[in-house]
T-cell receptor
C-alpha cells in the first residue's frame, strides 16, 4: 500500500479481555516496529521485526504482550488480560531495512481504551 | 540507554513568526528523524537527518552529531503548523528509534 495501515482505528474493550491490533506495512519494507504512546508523551518502543523474526522485543512491558509477523509482512500485536493501564495509542512503523540507515514511516495508530 | 531532550516543551507563536526547536541527545547517534504529530495523531515525517542541513519549504533542520544536537527551524509559521514536534534518534547500538517528549507548538492567527 501507499503507507502504513493500522486497524482498527479505535478499540474499546473491557478489562480482562483479549485484543489484537493489526499493522500492514509499506509494501517491500522488511523492518516493522510497534510503539506505544501515552497521553502527553513521546512514542515508546515495544518490539521490532526484521522479516518474520523479532529482532528486539526489549520494550514489551510484560508477558501479556505478544506480537507476530508470520509471513514477513502484516503484523499483529496481541494483548491478553487487558488492564486499564494498557490504554494508549499503539503505533506501527516500517522501514525498508533495519536500523540504523533507514527512514521509518508511521501509521495513524490504534487508540485502545480499556474500561 | 540514550536520552533525548527537546526544548522548549511548549511554544505559542503568532502566525507569521519564526521559531527554532532544539533536540539534545546524550550519546552518539547513527540516525535522527524529525516528525510532526498533527492534531489527529498522525506522525508525519519531516526530516531524516543524521548529520548536515536540509531544507523543505518553510522548514529546515540541522544536525551537529559531534556536538549531540539537532535544530528544527520553522519560518513564517502557519496555523497548520500546530501540533507536537518530535525528535527521534537511533544510537550507536542501532536500537530502534528513541523519541524525545516533544515540543507542543500552537500557532495562533
Amino acid at each position: 500500500g501507499a503507507g502504513v495501515s493500522q486497524t482498527p482505528s479505535n478499540k474499546v474493550t473491557e478489562k480482562g479481555k483479549y485484543v489484537e491490533l493489526r499493522c500492514d506495512p509499506i509494501s517491500g519494507h522488511t523492518a516493522l516496529y510497534w510503539y506505544r504512546q501515552s497521553l502527553g508523551q513521546g512514542p515508546e518502543f515495544l518490539i521490532y521485526f526484521q522479516g518474520t523474526g523479532a529482532a528486539d522485543d526489549s520494550g514489551l512491558p510484560n508477558d501479556r504482550f505478544f506480537a507476530v509477523r508470520p509471513e514477513g509482512s502484516v503484523s499483529t500485536l496481541k494483548i491478553q488480560r487487558t488492564e486499564r493501564g494498557d490504554s494508549a495509542v499503539y503505533l506501527c512503523a516500517s522501514s525498508s531495512t533495519g536500523p540504523p540507515n533507514t527512514e521509518a514511516f508511521f501509521g495513524q495508530g490504534t487508540r485502545l481504551t480499556v474500561v | 540507554g540514550i536520552q533525548v531532550e527537546q526544548s522548549p516543551p511548549d511554544l505559542i507563536l503568532q502566525e507569521g513568526a519564526n521559531s527554532t526547536l532544539r533536540c539534545n541527545f546524550s550519546d552518539s547517534v547513527n540516525n535522527l528523524q524529525w516528525f510532526h504529530q498533527n492534531p489527529w495523531g498522525q506522525l508525519i515525517n519531516l526530516f531524516y537527518i543524521p548529520s548536515g542541513t536540509k531544507q523543505n519549504g518553510r522548514l529546515s533542520a540541522t544536525t551537529v552529531a559531534t556536538e549531540r544536537y539537532s535544530l528544527l527551524y520553522i519560518s513564517s509559521s502557519q496555523t497548520t503548523d500546530s501540533g507536537v514536534y518530535f525528535c527521534a534518534v537511533i544510537d550507536s547500538g542501532n536500537t530502534p528509534l528513541v523519541f524525545g517528549k516533544g515540543t507542543r507548538l500552537s500557532v495562533i492567527a
